[in-house]
């Protein structure tokens, strides 16, 4: 079974400061997602990554997957409060099988 | 509305009664699947489906049935509906390739 860590658990930050976000596996994963939910919604897809090595940038947030596939991080710039939510990250191994998810970041910008 | 659907969006049941959650999705994907979100566990794989006609198990089927007679439909249904299956039920859809996944606002039930 494939698992996913990710940390910290929880965050709470001033706006403006910067903060990153792990998520971490002994397995390897062909791609990797990160989403974001907001409370009484469904997870919203951010990002894909599925190069090792391969970093993207969304505004102010960057993703970079790990050189072995193993591993991604999450990089916020300039925290702003409409970051707030849990951030979950996600991979597939392959196949037809659904997403393993990490059990998420509840990240908490302050004003 | 193009997206994807989950109706009802909040359900009360009792221990032992049959519940199906409904999803609909108007994009024509092939995949869709269904997910539970606990707190302590995240979000789990309960079933999927590749294609019409064509279900497989996830992390946590035990308890649920899924059909897929139609593609734009996975419905989920809980035979006998037990305490601990109250969850926030998501259902979702992809176009493959990287299993890129688009979700439903979700299902939130809860089994008195």
């Known amino acids: 079974t494939q698992l996913l860590e990710q940390s910290p658990q929880f965050l709470s930050i001033q706006e403006g400061e910067n903060l990153t976000v792990y998520c971490n596996s002994s397995s390897v994963f062909s791609s990797l997602q990160w989403y974001r939910q907001e409370p009484g919604e469904g997870p919203v897809l951010l990002v894909t990554v599925v190069t090792g090595g391969e970093v993207k940038k969304l505004k102010r947030l960057t993703f970079q997957f790990g050189d072995a596939r193993k591993d991604s991080s999450l990089h916020i710039t300039a925290a702003q409060p409409g970051d707030t939510g849990l951030y979950l990250c996600?991979?597939?191994?392959?196949?037809?099988?659904?997403?393993?998810f990490g059990k998420g970041t509840h990240l908490i910008i302050q004003p | 509305d193009a997206g994807i659907t989950q109706s009802p969006r909040y359900k009360i049941t009792e221990t032992g009664r049959q519940v199906t959650l409904m999803c609909h999705q108007t994009?024509?994907?092939?995949?869709m699947f269904w997910y539970r979100q606990d707190l302590g566990h995240g979000l789990r794989l309960i079933y999927y489906?590749?294609?019409?006609?064509?279900?497989d198990k996830g992390e946590v089927p035990d308890g649920y049935v899924v059909s897929r007679s139609k593609t734009e439909n996975f419905p989920l249904t809980l035979e006998s509906a037990t305490r601990s299956q109250t969850s926030v039920y998501f259902c979702?859809?992809?176009?493959?390739?990287?299993?890129?996944?688009?979700f439903g606002p979700g299902t939130r039930l809860t089994v008195l």
């Open positions: 489906s590749a294609a019409a006609d064509i279900t």
């Open positions: 996600a991979g597939t191994g392959g196949g037809a099988d659904g997403l393993t």
């Open positions: 994009w024509s994907h092939s995949y």
């Open positions: 979702a859809s992809s176009g493959k390739y990287y299993n890129e996944q688009f």
